[in-house]
């Protein structure tokens, strides 16, 4: 298993977001700015299949937020919310 900074050194040399539930990942986001784009899931407790139905609703809308600029992204049963 990869540990976070490695994580973080292979998103930042290939230009790539990372997907996470992880907490460290917005902490280290707001405090150093890296990884450089982060989807931040806040379901909780959710099937497969719940996730993918929220994932198929808003994709296109992620992506689009993260071609515009955004950086940090938060996705949870509410929606999407950008962090400024």
Known sequence: MLQDNEIIRIA?????????????FKDNFHSKGAPPKVL??????????DLMSYF?????????????G????EFNRNGIFVST
């Open 40 to 49: 931040y899931l806040t379901f909780g407790n959710i099937s497969n299949k």
């Open 70 to 73: 955004s950086e940090f992204i």
């Open 12 to 24: 930042i040399e290939n230009n790539r977001s990372v997907v996470t539930k992880d907490s460290d």
């Open 56 to 68: 198929e609703r808003y994709l296109d809308k992620i992506i689009e937020l993260f071609d515009d």
